[in-house]
């Protein structure tokens, strides 16, 4: 029989933001499995380091690109990925987060604005549904919510 049991978590969807501001102290979410979108700003060939920011250009995050290369993303190209959250010394001896890439793929074309916006509408309603306070499911509902978006 087929088991998903040793498959690798697909990554909880964080903006880059809301993970800058997670990663704030040495060793929270060591090894959490996560998937990230952000714009391609920086490319450290010879650290196999990534830099990406958020769609509003005021955060940014850093990505351990050594299990992803080689790729041909041109820089300014929007990115996803997924991978666990490691913490490592950086060249100041600062003790920082990264994200140690198992997979990245381009979605240029990907609107982020109605991404966030979506990803919002996904985790007010499994929050409502967890405190039991969720409206039964009704797909004319749910479609009308998506087309707002």
Request: net charge negative; with cysteine; proline share 5%.
């Amino acid at each position: 029989m087929w088991s998903c049991a040793n498959l690798p978590k697909s990554g909880t969807i964080y903006t880059v933001k809301e993970l800058s501001e997670k990663c704030l102290d040495p060793g929270t979410m060591q090894g959490e499995s996560v998937r990230l979108n952000g714009r391609l700003v920086e490319y450290k060939v010879d650290e196999s380091l990534v830099k990406i920011l958020d769609r509003n250009k005021e955060f940014c995050f850093w990505i351990d690109a050594e299990r992803i290369e080689p790729f041909t993303l041109p820089l300014g190209a929007t990115v996803q990925l997924v991978g666990e959250i490691e913490w490592r010394e950086n060249q100041n001896e600062n003790i920082v987060p990264l994200l140690k890439a198992r997979t990245i793929r381009c979605v240029d074309n990907l609107d982020l604005i109605r991404y966030e916006k979506a990803l919002e509408i996904q985790r007010n309603y499994l929050q409502e549904e967890s405190l039991g306070s969720a409206p039964p499911r009704n797909k004319d509902a749910m479609s009308t919510e998506m087309e707002c978006i």
